[in-house]
């Protein structure tokens, strides 16, 4: 089934034990709030989320938590890996060449995480799955950027990329990022928040928002209030469905059906954001008995039911036999997989977030 997931880290102060002295107060006042605030975008829209603050958010605990979900993620899901806090850069000494001769990182409680080891990170993500990383961090345009396997130049610790050929090591999930400024710049922070965040929460107006990821950044650098340059990339097989999806949105990618679990007691959350959608789903019966398939919420539906083993052999239609505006098909079902097609009443402007859900 596809689901959302999200790693949101913020830190208000770092190790001084760990950074010669220097506690990064400064500037990081409001890095937890930033959390908080994000954790608000993304609850009502059914993610699960996991939060790292200031201590709890050391360099090894952020990639670990990374590669968990790489581990726990399948095609179709979305991951939002979000991070408040200090960036840094450091001379790329390796093989894995920057264009500016310097690694970004991110600035962890106990110590840096380099954006090559980011990358590695997110190597581990299958193909299909949509990766959206937002840095509101200095030095943030590409604290993700793709490894580069190149030649280094002998004798020289900063090489100009354009004199080289570059082999890319691409990921294989789709990745599209968010940065609050570009690199060797600053991202300004107050005691309520990062400027680039402040002003994420005011473009997505508690939800009202419904453009994309890009549309998402063009409203950031519009309504900033800060001397800085809000950053867009994108990075691996991105198309169409995802770069031009609401952003955040829990979507299933290029229509392909969404996988539910009979029994289940939490709806599973979903949102018609485009007039005229079908939602596609699809649920396996282990054992002939009487199965309900309804939505929750207030957005007026209607849904088709198919199968057993078909997408195209009817079953029943439903339009508002559930509570308020929902449809609720209840049938006796034999052994097989169904398919239900889930459509807003008003084919011709009507969207809106609902819930589906199967039971027995």
């Given amino acids: 089934m596809a689901r959302a997931s999200a790693l949101l880290v913020g830190l208000k102060s770092v190790d001084p034990q760990a950074y010669g002295n220097w506690d ?82 991110l600035v962890a409680f106990d110590r840096e995480v380099v954006d090559d080891k980011i990358h590695r990170a997110l190597l581990r993500f299958k193909e299909g799955v949509r990766l959206v990383m937002i840095s509101d961090s200095c030095n943030s345009g590409s604290n993700y950027r793709e490894i580069r396997n190149i030649a280094r130049e002998r004798g020289t610790a900063f090489r100009p990329i354009a004199a080289e050929r570059a082999e890319r090591v691409p990921i294989k999930a789709q990745l599209i990022h968010l940065g609050g400024c570009r690199d060797g710049h600053t991202s300004a922070g107050y005691y309520g928040g990062g400027a680039f965040t402040m002003t994420l929460c005011e473009v997505w107006d508690n939800g009202s928002f419904e453009g994309s990821f890009k549309e998402l950044h063009a409203g950031i650098c519009d309504s900033i209030n800060a001397a800085q340059r809000p950053q867009y990339n994108e990075y691996g097989p991105v198309g169409e469905n995802f770069r031009n999806q609401q952003a955040f949105a829990v979507v299933c990618p290029d229509g392909a059906a969404v996988d539910l679990t009979v029994l289940e007691l939490l709806a599973t959350p979903a949102n018609l954001t485009t007039a ?13 008995g009487r199965y309900v398939i309804e939505t929750v919420g207030d957005t007026d539906l209607t849904m088709s ?47 809106g977030p609902y819930g589906i859900r199967v039971w027995s």
């Fill in 305 to 351: 039911l198919f199968g057993p083993d078909s997408a195209d052999v009817p079953i029943a239609n439903d339009d508002d036999s559930g509570d308020k505006y929902n449809p609720r098909i209840a049938k006796q079902l034999e052994p097989g997989t169904y398919m239900v097609h889930i459509r807003h009443y008003n084919t011709a402007g009507g969207t």
């Fill in 24 to 105: 990064g107060t400064a500037g990081c006042w409001g890095c937890e709030l930033d959390v908080d605030n994000m954790q608000r975008i993304l609850t009502p829209l059914g993610y699960r989320i996991a939060t790292l603050k200031t201590a709890e958010a050391t360099h090894d605990a952020i990639l670990a938590s990374l590669y968990r979900a790489a581990e726990t993620t399948v095609p179709g899901d979305i991951f939002v890996f979000y991070y408040s806090g200090h960036g840094g850069q450091q001379p790329d000494y390796d093989d894995e060449n920057e264009q500016d001769g310097m690694d970004e990182t």
């Fill in 276 to 288: 005229g959608d079908t939602h596609r789903y699809r649920f396996s019966v282990q054992h002939t």
